[in-house]
């Protein structure tokens, strides 16, 4: 069972090899990517740049996926597959749903550290 609601630990101790260093340094950069990623959603949504949300939908997809965030993984999708058609609304309710999860999934990810 996973001892984390947001995140799953697996694929990062697979690709660090349990080393601590490897794994704060992943975290780490997870963190600042999904703050900018967040920041450029905001911005596009304020811009209705409906391309733009998709390129960093597709990015942010990626990230959140390597630390087991499916649901959101499985959003961004949504959000990248559907934001040319202009549907405002569900872009801004991915878009703050992001915002939370990536949050919560940051607390996750630094007591995670501080356990190993």
Partial sequence: MNA???IKTEYLDMVSGGDKG???ELVALFSDQVVEFHKQMEE??????YKKLRMIAHKAK?????????????KLKRLELKSDE???REAREIVDYFGTETTEAIEELKRYIDSL
Avoid at 44 to 49: D, F, K, V
Avoid at 67 to 74: D, F, R
């Fill in 62 to 74: 990626s990230s959140v996926a390597i630390v087991g965030m499916e649901a959101l993984s499985e």
């Fill in 44 to 49: 596009y949504l304020e811009e209705h740049s």
């Fill in 22 to 24: 490897v794994i704060s």
């Fill in 86 to 88: 202009g549907n405002a």
């Fill in 4 to 6: 984390y609601r947001y």
